[in-house]
Protein backbone atom coordinates (compact mmCIF):
# COMPACT_ATOMS: atom_id res chain seq x y z
CA UNK A 1 0.00 0.00 0.00
CA UNK A 2 2.47 2.34 1.24
CA UNK A 3 4.98 1.65 -2.31
CA UNK A 4 1.76 2.31 -4.13
CA UNK A 5 0.98 5.56 -2.59
CA UNK A 6 4.78 6.46 -2.78
CA UNK A 7 4.42 6.02 -6.46
CA UNK A 8 1.31 7.99 -7.49
CA UNK A 9 2.80 10.89 -5.36
CA UNK A 10 5.96 10.38 -7.84
CA UNK A 11 4.05 10.11 -10.53
CA UNK A 12 3.72 14.35 -10.24
CA UNK A 13 5.42 16.73 -11.76
CA UNK A 14 6.59 19.72 -10.16
CA UNK A 15 8.45 22.99 -10.06
CA UNK A 16 9.87 24.56 -6.63
CA UNK A 17 11.70 27.65 -6.15
CA UNK A 18 12.64 29.85 -3.87
CA UNK A 19 11.86 33.54 -3.41
CA UNK A 20 12.90 36.42 -1.62
CA UNK A 21 9.03 37.16 0.40
CA UNK A 22 5.87 35.44 0.74
CA UNK A 23 2.67 36.44 -1.48
CA UNK A 24 0.34 36.99 1.56
CA UNK A 25 -2.27 38.77 -1.06
CA UNK A 26 -3.53 37.16 -4.44
CA UNK A 27 -6.52 39.00 -5.07
CA UNK A 28 -5.81 41.21 -8.22
CA UNK A 29 -8.48 43.46 -6.44
CA UNK A 30 -6.15 44.58 -3.89
CA UNK A 31 -2.47 44.12 -5.17
CA UNK A 32 -0.79 44.95 -8.68
CA UNK A 33 2.56 43.75 -8.04
CA UNK A 34 4.80 41.81 -11.02
CA UNK A 35 5.39 38.71 -9.12
CA UNK A 36 1.69 38.72 -7.95
CA UNK A 37 0.57 38.83 -11.28
CA UNK A 38 2.01 36.72 -12.65
CA UNK A 39 0.64 34.06 -10.20
CA UNK A 40 -2.43 35.17 -10.40
CA UNK A 41 -2.57 34.48 -14.41
CA UNK A 42 -2.64 30.86 -13.27
CA UNK A 43 -5.34 31.07 -10.86
CA UNK A 44 -7.51 33.15 -12.47
CA UNK A 45 -9.51 33.67 -16.02
CA UNK A 46 -10.74 36.26 -17.62
CA UNK A 47 -13.54 36.95 -19.86
CA UNK A 48 -11.05 37.15 -22.93
CA UNK A 49 -7.98 37.10 -23.55
CA UNK A 50 -5.18 38.77 -25.70
CA UNK A 51 -2.92 37.38 -28.16
CA UNK A 52 0.59 39.73 -28.55
CA UNK A 53 1.72 37.83 -31.62
CA UNK A 54 -1.65 38.29 -33.64
CA UNK A 55 -2.89 41.46 -31.78
CA UNK A 56 -6.19 39.63 -31.69
CA UNK A 57 -8.68 38.89 -28.69
CA UNK A 58 -9.77 35.13 -28.05
CA UNK A 59 -12.01 33.42 -26.10
CA UNK A 60 -11.58 33.13 -22.15
CA UNK A 61 -14.24 31.61 -20.22
CA UNK A 62 -16.73 33.14 -22.94
CA UNK A 63 -17.32 31.33 -26.76
CA UNK A 64 -18.85 34.67 -28.32
CA UNK A 65 -19.28 38.18 -27.70
CA UNK A 66 -20.76 41.11 -29.87
CA UNK A 67 -20.79 45.26 -29.21
CA UNK A 68 -23.78 47.17 -30.01
CA UNK A 69 -24.76 51.04 -29.98
CA UNK A 70 -21.51 52.27 -30.81
CA UNK A 71 -19.38 50.31 -28.54
CA UNK A 72 -21.10 51.33 -25.39
CA UNK A 73 -22.99 48.12 -24.89
CA UNK A 74 -21.46 44.89 -25.14
CA UNK A 75 -22.50 41.18 -24.39
CA UNK A 76 -20.53 38.28 -23.25
CA UNK A 77 -21.81 34.63 -23.75
CA UNK A 78 -20.30 32.40 -21.11
CA UNK A 79 -18.90 28.69 -21.57
CA UNK A 80 -20.92 25.87 -19.84
CA UNK A 81 -19.68 23.59 -17.06
CA UNK A 82 -16.93 25.77 -16.09
CA UNK A 83 -16.06 25.25 -12.29
CA UNK A 84 -14.48 27.40 -9.69
CA UNK A 85 -12.11 25.32 -7.64
CA UNK A 86 -14.51 24.93 -4.68
CA UNK A 87 -16.88 23.31 -6.90
CA UNK A 88 -19.48 26.09 -8.11
CA UNK A 89 -20.11 26.46 -11.96
CA UNK A 90 -19.26 29.77 -13.11
CA UNK A 91 -22.11 32.01 -13.89
CA UNK A 92 -23.41 35.53 -15.28
CA UNK A 93 -24.00 36.80 -11.19
CA UNK A 94 -20.11 35.69 -10.88
CA UNK A 95 -19.25 37.98 -13.39
CA UNK A 96 -21.24 40.94 -12.59
CA UNK A 97 -19.82 40.44 -9.08
CA UNK A 98 -16.28 40.13 -10.34
CA UNK A 99 -17.06 43.82 -11.85
CA UNK A 100 -18.70 45.36 -9.17
CA UNK A 101 -16.65 44.50 -6.13
CA UNK A 102 -14.16 47.44 -7.89
CA UNK A 103 -16.06 49.96 -6.98
CA UNK A 104 -16.62 49.24 -2.82
CA UNK A 105 -13.17 48.26 -1.82
CA UNK A 106 -10.24 50.33 -2.79
CA UNK A 107 -9.25 47.91 -5.73
CA UNK A 108 -6.54 49.23 -7.80
CA UNK A 109 -8.94 48.52 -10.48
CA UNK A 110 -11.52 51.09 -9.63
CA UNK A 111 -10.87 53.11 -12.87
CA UNK A 112 -12.43 50.32 -14.70
CA UNK A 113 -15.53 50.23 -13.33
CA UNK A 114 -15.39 53.85 -14.10
CA UNK A 115 -16.31 53.34 -17.49
CA UNK A 116 -19.17 51.18 -16.46
CA UNK A 117 -22.91 52.19 -16.17
CA UNK A 118 -24.58 48.98 -15.70
CA UNK A 119 -23.83 45.14 -15.64
CA UNK A 120 -26.34 42.68 -15.86
CA UNK A 121 -26.85 39.07 -16.48
CA UNK A 122 -29.72 38.18 -19.11
CA UNK A 123 -29.10 35.03 -18.60
CA UNK A 124 -27.31 32.15 -16.88
CA UNK A 125 -24.72 32.54 -18.82
CA UNK A 126 -25.02 35.67 -20.49
CA UNK A 127 -24.02 39.08 -19.71
CA UNK A 128 -24.42 42.53 -20.71
CA UNK A 129 -22.12 45.84 -19.96
CA UNK A 130 -23.44 49.00 -20.44
CA UNK A 131 -20.47 51.65 -20.63
CA UNK A 132 -20.29 55.62 -19.77
CA UNK A 133 -19.35 56.25 -23.07
CA UNK A 134 -18.00 54.73 -26.27
CA UNK A 135 -15.49 52.54 -25.71
CA UNK A 136 -14.19 50.27 -28.97
CA UNK A 137 -10.83 48.90 -26.99
CA UNK A 138 -13.14 47.56 -23.75
CA UNK A 139 -11.86 43.89 -24.59
CA UNK A 140 -8.35 45.14 -23.95
CA UNK A 141 -9.64 45.97 -20.35
CA UNK A 142 -12.15 42.69 -19.84
CA UNK A 143 -9.12 40.60 -20.35
CA UNK A 144 -6.56 42.47 -17.86
CA UNK A 145 -6.52 40.79 -14.36
CA UNK A 146 -9.18 43.71 -13.44
CA UNK A 147 -11.20 41.50 -15.34
CA UNK A 148 -10.07 38.09 -13.30
CA UNK A 149 -13.74 36.15 -12.42
CA UNK A 150 -14.21 35.37 -8.93
CA UNK A 151 -17.34 33.36 -6.99
CA UNK A 152 -20.30 35.77 -6.20
CA UNK A 153 -20.67 34.23 -2.69
CA UNK A 154 -18.38 35.09 0.77
CA UNK A 155 -15.05 33.45 0.74
CA UNK A 156 -13.03 33.69 4.09
CA UNK A 157 -9.63 34.93 3.35
CA UNK A 158 -10.02 34.90 -0.24
CA UNK A 159 -7.34 37.84 -0.09
CA UNK A 160 -4.42 34.70 0.40
CA UNK A 161 -6.55 31.54 -0.87
CA UNK A 162 -8.21 32.79 -3.28
CA UNK A 163 -10.35 30.65 -5.61
CA UNK A 164 -10.93 31.12 -9.42
CA UNK A 165 -11.59 29.29 -12.75
CA UNK A 166 -8.16 29.06 -13.50
CA UNK A 167 -5.38 25.97 -14.47
CA UNK A 168 -4.37 26.04 -11.05
CA UNK A 169 -5.87 26.18 -7.71
CA UNK A 170 -4.10 27.56 -4.17
CA UNK A 171 -3.57 24.86 -1.64
CA UNK A 172 -1.54 26.81 0.49
CA UNK A 173 -0.26 30.04 1.79
CA UNK A 174 1.68 31.01 4.28
CA UNK A 175 4.46 32.84 5.32
CA UNK A 176 6.71 29.95 4.76
CA UNK A 177 5.49 28.67 1.96
CA UNK A 178 3.00 29.04 -1.82
CA UNK A 179 1.46 25.74 -3.22
CA UNK A 180 -0.37 25.68 -5.95
CA UNK A 181 -1.88 22.14 -7.92
CA UNK A 182 -3.29 21.69 -11.16
CA UNK A 183 -7.25 21.87 -11.00
CA UNK A 184 -8.17 18.70 -12.70
CA UNK A 185 -11.62 20.59 -13.31
CA UNK A 186 -10.35 23.33 -15.54
CA UNK A 187 -12.26 23.93 -18.52
CA UNK A 188 -9.15 24.18 -20.47
CA UNK A 189 -5.43 22.22 -21.83
CA UNK A 190 -4.47 20.80 -17.94
CA UNK A 191 -1.02 22.56 -17.13
CA UNK A 192 2.11 19.92 -17.50
CA UNK A 193 3.31 20.61 -13.72
CA UNK A 194 1.30 19.61 -11.21
CA UNK A 195 2.33 21.00 -8.13
CA UNK A 196 4.09 24.11 -7.93
CA UNK A 197 5.84 25.40 -4.83
CA UNK A 198 7.21 28.68 -4.21
CA UNK A 199 9.33 28.72 -0.78
CA UNK A 200 10.34 31.81 1.41
CA UNK A 201 14.68 31.56 0.72
CA UNK A 202 15.04 33.47 3.86
CA UNK A 203 12.88 31.61 6.46
CA UNK A 204 14.91 28.69 4.64
CA UNK A 205 18.07 30.01 5.43
CA UNK A 206 17.25 31.15 9.08
CA UNK A 207 16.39 27.41 9.93
CA UNK A 208 19.49 26.04 8.20
CA UNK A 209 21.85 28.16 10.54
CA UNK A 210 20.05 27.27 14.32
Not at 12 to 29: E, H, K, N
Not at 44 to 53: C, G, K, R
Not at 140 to 154: C, E, I, T
Not at 185 to 194: L, Q
Request: with cysteine; proline share 5%; aromatic share 14%.
Amino acid sequence: MHEETQRKTDDIDRLQFPSYRTLPVLDPALINRRTENHIMRHIFNQLVTYDEETNKHLPGLVHHWRHECNYTKWIFYLRKDVYFHHGNEMTADDVCYSFQRHRYNGSVYHWITSLIKKVIPLNKYTVQFELETSTPYFLHLVASLGGSVVPNDQIKNFHFLPIGTGPYQVRENNNEKLKLEAFKNYYHTRPFVGLFQLSEWFMNWKIRML
